[in-house]
């Protein structure tokens, strides 16, 4: 038995740390938090001093029991969770749950995983910091009281099955002011001067107009007053210029440029970094600092020097801007500066590459420039006051520009070029000079990446909690990533070249919200009705003020109870306020009358989703009743757009003796023929497809269902779904690898793909008893499922699922499966 047990929160952490320590040490995973609140009941005494009832997870006990033993038969137990308030927490509940003695527990902490952080930190053991516990139990409890309060108001005044969260609804709040912002916006038209010049040696640049004209009549007549002008440059200014580069990476900033540069949502850059600091290759990502430890630094700039030269060293610190920063003490950077590249999985591989890129970067020299504006003057023969200017910027020494350069965020950033060698008086030749069109933009929609940098400036949220916020409103249907290319709009560009005006016709797309974050109709109604109703908890500031108020806790400051009760007493009578006195929310716009019955038409949430309606409850008769297709929302349908959907579902007529009708479903609009539903192809309104043009699509699908094989007298069919190629048999859908060719599958092909599918089932059975039917089935990340029928129940990684009896089986099912509930037999009372 090891006399040291060192506990960790993930086995990958455990892996790394157990290459770096003797045999006298044991590495133990505590696979994250072992104790939390309870499920399906509050769990903090709100009536006292808001203690919280954690308990140990359900699939935890076996880990917990497994460490109380090895913990009891240690010399020492070091506690090695991460070096933040969440870390923190889950150390004092391994010391609370373990019963760990005080004088044989150590807690270490590390913001890498390399040899010599981790002798370094087992040399310096300090004890649990309980500012930093107080402060994570502050945040997991206060979290929990609005989420457990508020949401069952949810359910009553607005819709079941919502939820509500102090972070997450004030990110849906900005979300949907942007949107409103948006829908709000007016573009105006102007019109956008530049030009093409060239010099006495025929090198051409561009300049422009620094301002714009209101209409096409200013800007003809600019135009026609350049005709026979004569141009010359009339200022020239050189300066020298420099660019320094970014500071090294904090979590919000990682999570910001791996958007922009790899195009990874937040949890993506989140999940892949994490693998990085478990294999030892990047320092802790969870971090507000942009600090460089000096070895960091002097590690950087052998590296720099070796590599690039000395010229190319400037090593130096940077300060955050991030008040109260509680997270590691250092910024995200490689372990080993001299590893430039790693040879992983390709995610982890790009995202390793962009770390160091941004680290070594922030210890390089800044780039000189030597930047350029001219003026060029207009002699024409009608006065003319403006001057076209251009502005250039030539790179005399690269610097940091070497390695890396920060993305941006705006889509409107126009690159300065590089202008030829020109002199003041210089008559320059003009070779077109253009008038276009142009509209003003509505801002922009929130990316996830500019959502973390709002909520960062707005002092919202923290490094770990901003991929988990953004996942959560995607997954409760308040927000999804638009899907729209955007439409064509139309615009003129007038281009006077040769004496000679002419006029174009162009267009542009507009309007795309491809990949950005567009709120849902349930997201802007709950939005609104927490806005109405507790604006308090939804206000910016009262959010960023809880931020700081756990800071202070953090630091000792700040007690967290008090903090808590200060918080409850007003929060929770506005609860019950609300609960027994707010009108229900159904985000109603009345659009018009319907000129059939003269009844009020409106759309609204209903119990299936967003709807239109012909009529009210108050009418004699019933009110009509239609479903919004997928890609309408509450807040923009037109009144056309509502009043065509009682048009549905709409008759085609007949084909082979069954009827053939069109209409709207929840997934979006199909055609029906028989007992056969096909989905109409992406932009089509379901109101203009004709007989003829069911029938083409019946067709297809017909042809696509037809079978391509018969295996056991069973028919095989093909086709494409969200992961690719697929074929199906026996009501088994196996994916179609690169290794075949999908539109050339021959008969061994199809037997080959059916044959090891059937082997790979068989394979991931390990326990079966036929009768009961009941098996035990490997499931992801080494996990396995213990299923019966529609139930499946996840076993922990710690489960030896060979030693599961059929017993203990069917009573783990029995456990799981819904009680069947009994009809309560009503009292009678006889008269005497």
Do not use: C
């Amino acid at each position: 038995m090891a006399k040291n047990l060192v506990i960790v929160e993930s086995p990958a952490k455990a892996k790394t740390i157990e290459k770096f320590l003797g045999k006298d040490f044991k590495v133990e995973s505590s696979f994250g938090h072992i104790a939390d609140l309870p499920s399906k009941e509050l769990g903090v005494d709100v009536d006292g001093d808001f203690k919280p009832k954690y308990q140990i997870s359900k699939d935890k006990k076996d880990v917990v029991k497994k460490l109380k033993e090895l913990a009891k038969n240690a010399d020492w137990v070091w506690l090695a969770s991460d070096e933040d308030r969440e870390g923190e927490a889950i150390a004092w509940h391994l010391a609370e749950t373990l019963k760990l003695d005080k004088d044989k527990t150590k807690r270490i902490v590390f913001h890498e995983i390399t040899k010599s952080a981790i002798q370094k930190a087992i040399e310096n053991p300090r004890g649990i910091d309980y500012d930093l516990v107080d402060a994570q139990q502050a945040r997991r409890v206060l979290d929990r009281i609005v989420g457990y309060e508020l949401s069952p108001v949810l359910w009553r005044k607005v819709k079941g099955g919502l939820s509500a969260g102090r972070v997450q609804s004030v990110s849906v709040r900005l979300i949907v002011e942007k949107e409103r912002e948006i829908q709000e916006f007016t573009a105006q038209a102007s019109y956008r001067i530049d030009a093409e010049f060239s010099n006495e040696k025929g090198q051409t640049f561009k300049a422009k107009l620094p301002k714009n004209f209101n209409s096409e009549t200013e800007a003809t007549e600019f135009l026609k007053n350049n005709i026979e002008a004569t141009y010359q440059v009339s200022s020239l200014e050189k300066k020298p210029a420099k660019k320094s580069s970014a500071a090294p990476f904090t979590t919000s900033t990682l999570q910001q440029e791996a958007s922009r540069k790899l195009g990874f949502s937040v949890s993506r850059t989140m999940s892949n970094a994490q693998r990085l600091y478990e294999s030892g290759l990047i320092t802790y990502m969870r971090t507000d600092s942009v600090n460089l430890s000096d070895e960091a630094r002097n590690a950087a700039k052998a590296e720099i020097i070796s590599a690039f030269g000395q010229q190319y060293s400037k090593p130096q610190n940077y300060k955050g801007k991030s008040k109260g920063a509680q997270e590691a003490h250092e910024a995200i950077r490689p372990t080993d500066f001299s590893l430039h590249a790693v040879d992983i999985d390709r995610d982890q591989s790009r995202l390793y590459e962009l770390i160091w890129k941004r680290a070594i970067a922030s210890q390089m020299s800044d780039a000189e420039l030597e930047r350029t504006n001219l003026k060029i003057q207009i002699n024409a023969s009608n006065k003319v006051n403006e001057e076209f200017a251009a502005n250039g910027e030539i790179i005399t020494f690269d610097g940091f520009l070497k390695v890396y350069l920060e993305g941006t965020d705006d889509e409107d950033v126009e690159q300065e070029g590089i202008l030829p060698d020109l002199k003041v008086n210089e008559k320059l030749n003009n070779n077109y000079i253009t008038a276009t069109e142009r509209y003003t933009r509505p801002p922009s929609r929130y990316t996830e990446a500019s959502l973390v940098k709002k909520l960062e400036e707005l002092g919202i949220g923290r490094p770990s909690t901003y991929a988990p916020t953004i996942s959560t409103i995607q997954n409760r249907n308040y927000v999804e990533k638009g899907s729209n290319e955007g439409e064509e709009r139309g615009y003129k560009q007038l281009v006077l070249q040769k004496s000679e005006i002419k006029s174009k016709k162009l267009t542009e797309k507009v309007g795309s919200d491809k990949g950005k974050l567009v709120p849902t109709d349930i997201g802007m109604i709950v939005t609104d009705f927490l806005v109405n109703h507790f604006e308090h908890i939804l206000d910016y500031n009262f959010t960023a003020k809880v931020e700081a108020d756990f800071d202070e806790i953090a630091e000792g400051n700040e007690d967290w109870t008090k903090v808590m009760k200060s918080f409850y007493k007003d929060f929770h009578p506005q609860v019950e306020h609300v609960k027994e006195n707010a009108d229900r929310e159904s985000g109603e716009r009345v659009l018009g009358t319907d000129p059939k019955t003269g009844k009020q038409v409106s759309v609204r949430l209903g119990k299936f989703g967003p709807m239109v309606q012909i009529g009210t409850v108050d009418d004699e008769e019933k009110p009509q009743f239609a479903s919004l297709s997928p890609d309408q929302q509450l807040n923009s349908i037109t009144y056309d757009e509502a009043m065509d959907l009682f048009k549905l579902p709409k008759s085609l007529g007949e084909y082979k003796g069954e009827e053939v009708e069109v209409n709207n479903g929840r997934f979006g609009p199909y055609v029906k023929f028989g007992n056969a539903f096909v989905s109409l192809p992406k932009g089509v309104d379901p109101l203009s497809v004709e007989l003829d043009d069911a029938i083409v699509l019946i067709k297809e699908k017909q042809k696509a269902d037809a079978p391509i094989y018969m295996y056991q007298d069973l028919p095989v069919q093909k086709g494409k779904g969200r992961f690719g190629p697929f074929i199906k048999w026996n009501n088994m859908f196996i994916n179609v690898n690169k290794k075949y060719n999908w539109d050339e599958l021959s008969d061994d092909d199809i037997v080959e793909l059916i044959e090891d599918k059937i082997q790979k089932e068989k394979d991931k059975v390990v326990q079966n008893w036929e009768a009961e039917g009941i098996r035990i089935e490997k499931a992801r990340w080494g996990r396995h499922n213990l299923i019966k029928g529609k139930t499946k129940i996840e076993l922990a990684k710690t489960v030896d699922v060979s030693k599961i009896t059929l017993e203990k089986a069917q009573a783990l099912i029995e456990a799981k499966a819904p009680k069947k509930k009994t009809a309560k037999k009503k009292a009678t009372s006889k008269k005497k």
